[in-house]
């Protein structure tokens, strides 16, 4: 009886405190009438944040016809289809740009990921990464300066931010509230092609802020980080024990992906500060940072598996092969006595090397779904992108292209079939998922893949330099190819007969620079002066 009585008392209890709770709500406090209690702990380096109280822009955005004609134009003659692509892209993206709304707080125009209304960084920091090609049009990197605006006092940005509003969709100690860390990546990619010291002063103090709040509020004791499948970017891909939520919990897990990222934002955020004369702000992080890289090899290598896994809270591995353990290569972390057998798990057709290459679940994986399942093995723009760029760190070139091409190609199959692209795509066949015109992260695939990997053209504008790495016997090139803050080029590789005879170049350029050409069979570095040269 006295069990029966307690239980009763107890669901009694229960179901005042769910009333009480929900009048709470509704008046919109939480204790006897006193509003929520302020919880931030306020970063100093907030209030050197210019994008907070910054002036609106209210200016429009210009329409793709308008701007088609100071667009960078590729010409591939034999791959009419791929150029078709381009342009398309292109046509989308403009589409997408926006006004600000001067309700939602929102200070600069900005290209929409075109997904639910909101604005998200992980889609952003990557539509900004081929937005940067048409600066001279539209700023694209300012579409990142609506998140930066919406800064918290203690350095919190939101990943997802209401374009009605500029309401926050999370509250900001929920697992999926922000991530991934990656607006530094985007913001040093804006820096190589353009140099621009202004905006890197504007932005460090912001990212550095961001950064804290990050070490502050998202790390495990051992320094590891931890986030979700929506806070990560991988919504439903399976990576933790069965009674956690694979979108919306932690599940107590040291995450790969999360762990890597904060290597290589701190190490940017480390070359940025050398670049603005900021070192001693850094120098925190550099230990930490060092302290990470350890860590993670120490305890989430499988030196069986040759792998890198997420680590469970007893300190078991995870056998989930996910393309989550790339950003290691991005981040520099992987030791030079492991490169070799982590790099060949891209090459192995058991695991990512399929029909499209590269899935963000290995093949062997009982999750692996040959139709895409989401991040459950489908191919998607943005973590190739991560990839590309992390075997070039690293010297891979030569793969770096099989992957460009092989992933181009099936984009641009896909593309020539539907007219469109896709937010993702299947990894054993020719086939786009879920969203259509999705420009988006995918318009990566024409812009940057094509100007990047397979044309091989990549620059470092604060070094001068460029990097022209030729790959195709056919003859292509790019016309109005901007570079820095005032440059404009014309690159004209001819055709050859074989991938080792040394590619015959002709360029046309308004300022000099460093031209380091690379073939199959050597290379040559050149400095030329403005007017037209040939290589």
Known sequence: MMKINMRNSKILRTAELIAFSLIINLWGFTCFGQPYADTHVKNKLVELNPYIGKAIDTSLPPAFVEAKERLPEPFWNVRPDVIKCYWRAWEIAFSNLKQVNK????????????????IFMW??????????????????????????AKQHSDGFICR??????????????????????????????????????????????????????????????DGTYYSSGWGCGMDNQHRMAKNFNAAWSHGFLSWIDTSFQEVYSAKILIEMAKVLGRENDVVDIKNQTDKLSSQINNYMWDEKEKYYFDRFKNGDLSKTKSIASYWGLLAGAVPENRINDFVKHLQDTSMFARKHMVPTLSADDANFNPDGGYWNGAVWAPTNYMVLRGLTKYGFDPLAYQIAINHLNNVVEVFDKTNTFWENYAPDKAQGNDHSNFVGWTGLVPINVLFEYVFGIRPNVPNNEL????????????????????????IHCMKRNNVTKKPILKIQTNVPLKIILKWRGGELVKNITPGNTIL
């Open 103 to 118: 309700s939602s707080g929102f200070v600069s125009p900005f290209i929409d990921p075109a997904f639910n209304g909101n």
């Open 160 to 221: 997802e931010i209401r374009e009605s509003d500029g309401s926050d969709c999370f509250e900001r100690f929920d697992p999926s509230s922000t991530g991934p860390n990656i607006m530094p990546w985007s913001e040093w990619e804006y820096f190589l092609n353009y140099n621009d010291t202004d905006r890197l002063k504007n932005v460090f103090p912001v990212l550095l802020a961001y950064y804290e709040w990050f070490y502050t509020y998202r790390s495990w004791p």
């Open 123 to 148: 889609d952003c920091s990557f539509m900004t990464m081929y937005g940067k090609y048409a600066k001279s049009v539209f700023n694209f990197q300012n579409t990142l300066n609506n998140f930066y």
């Open 467 to 490: 990097i022209i790495d030729v790959n195709l016997t056919d003859e292509y090139g790019i016309n109005k190819y901007p570079y820095g803050k005032s440059g404009l080029l014309d």
